[in-house]
């Protein structure tokens, strides 16, 4: 970051002198004003619940333009990544900042599929579970557990355990969702198989069985893997926030991601796929389109607690640009399994259509995000439902990743440690 011309300064109304605060650039995007020594200097902290105001690192990663609704991962805009490359080149940009050559994609392939099996006794570990637990409960504790059986890249202050711990990761992780569904239908693990493409590959695991193979539909697997990398990373949102905490107390990557896959998991961040696909059915099975006016005015009564899921954005007040490319998908997608007249597509395009035309969305800025579509295109896939923010944690590890490693290179990485407003009891003596 660089410093920047301006200072700004913090005056008070009543005769404290006031103080002067640093202001930095960055390469784009809003400056910041620099107020780490505010306590020492004014023995006062600032308050910002739910960080609407704070940037809490530095990080060349990704960047979000939320009025204008662009997405950069590393510089690239989402639009062109989604277009020109698949999820193994995306990850291996958000890891290593640059695009890879021919022969570094193929290591990185290579590398990254080699890692895919996992310790066969992750097995019998699985079998704790209920075979009903939701697929999200199963992923927090199997991603948990991998420190367990990789305690060999836990040293986070060398620089080969947090690659390698990073690789098993981003391999792992479709072999254990794909786990968490079969041990959910009482079906036997189908292994990884290294001749096919990483998001092939995950749709083998899936849905082959020991006695049928599974034919990977090319239509299929480049949606998937745009699912993957429209998912990949995004900025210091609630869940990556969540592994940089985490792992700044220097814990192992294991514990850190799964903290992140926890978080991931609320309705108001990964869960929305899966609660924007429950209320597109449940509204299907009330009459559908002819009742989305209906719906609407309840999303509208603050006093019904009812949102319009996969709608409103913490930092798109315009178009989720993930969003645009996951409709082109979903129509792609719908085409291709002869599903062009899905019902809960049409429902999803009309509630679409009246919400960006009624002053309530309009006025607050709220556009559909990234999940208002991938829910219908998962379901077309044959993902359930339970699965969809499983997915979501699947795609968004190697962001989380990338992020705790990027925090943990910074020369001035701390421990989190927020403060408070304290406004609970002043000191007291128990009389008995
Ligand atoms: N339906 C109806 N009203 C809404 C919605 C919605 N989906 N989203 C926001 N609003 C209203 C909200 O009631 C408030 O109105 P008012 O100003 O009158 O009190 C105003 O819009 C601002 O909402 P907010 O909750 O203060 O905004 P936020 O930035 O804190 O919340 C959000 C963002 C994503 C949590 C919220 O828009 C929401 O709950 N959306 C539905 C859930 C969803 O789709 N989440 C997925 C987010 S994208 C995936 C990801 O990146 O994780």
Request: aromatic content about 10%.
């Amino acid at each position: 970051m660089q410093l920047s011309d301006k200072k700004a300064t913090l005056s008070f109304s009543d005769d404290s002198a006031s103080v002067e605060f640093p202001v930095y650039q960055g390469t784009i995007g809003p400056d910041v004003i620099d107020i780490r020594k505010l306590y020492g200097q004014t023995g006062m902290f600032t308050y910002d619940p739910g960080f609407l105001a704070t940037a809490s690192c530095e990080s060349a990663i990704t960047y979000i333009d939320g009025d204008k609704g662009q997405l950069l991962y590393r510089g690239y805009p989402i639009e062109q990544l989604a277009e020109n490359c698949d999820f193994m080149d995306v990850s291996y940009l958000i890891l290593n900042g640059e695009l890879p050559d021919a022969n570094q994609k193929q290591d990185f392939d290579s590398l990254v599929t080699h890692h895919t099996m996992v310790h066969e006794q992750l097995q019998l570990f699985m079998r704790g579970f209920r075979r009903d637990a939701h697929p999200m409960a199963v992923l927090t504790g199997l991603v948990g557990a991998l420190s367990a059986f990789y305690h060999d890249s836990t040293d986070i202050t060398n620089a080969r355990h947090r690659e390698i711990s990073a690789i098993r990761l981003i391999a792992k992780m479709p072999t254990l969702v794909a786990m968490a569904y079969k041990y959910n239908q009482g079906q036997p693990y189908i292994y990884p198989r290294n001749d096919l493409s990483y998001t092939g590959n995950f749709l083998r695991m899936m849905f082959a069985t020991p006695c049928e193979d599974y034919q990977v539909n090319e239509v299929v697997e480049r949606a998937l893997d745009r699912i993957f990398i429209l998912h990949a990373d995004h900025e210091q949102n609630a869940s990556t926030s969540t592994v940089r905490l985490c792992g700044s107390s220097g814990t192992n990557p294991f514990a850190a991601i799964a903290s992140g896959v926890a978080c991931l998991w609320g309705p108001a961040h990964g869960g929305a796929n899966e609660a924007c696909l429950q209320m597109l059915e449940q509204l299907q099975a009330e009459g559908g389109v002819a009742k989305v006016g209906e719906f609407m005015e309840k999303v509208k009564d603050k006093s019904s607690g009812v949102r319009l899921m996969g709608f409103g954005h913490r930092v798109y007040k315009n178009y989720d640009p993930r969003a645009k490319l996951m409709q082109a998908t979903c129509k792609e997608v719908l085409t291709a399994l002869g599903l062009e007249n899905d019902p809960l597509f049409k429902l999803a395009m009309e509630l679409e259509r009246i919400a960006l035309e009624d002053p309530y969305f309009v006025d607050r800025k709220l556009y559909p995000n990234v999940d208002f579509y991938s829910g219908i295109v998962q379901r077309a896939i044959g993902i359930p439902t339970s699965l969809f923010t499983a997915i979501f944690a699947l795609a968004r590890t190697v962001g989380w990743i990338a992020q705790w490693d990027e925090m943990l290179s910074d020369p001035e990485y701390k421990i989190g440690r927020p403060r408070q407003l304290y406004t609970g009891a002043a000191v007291r003596d128990i009389k008995r």
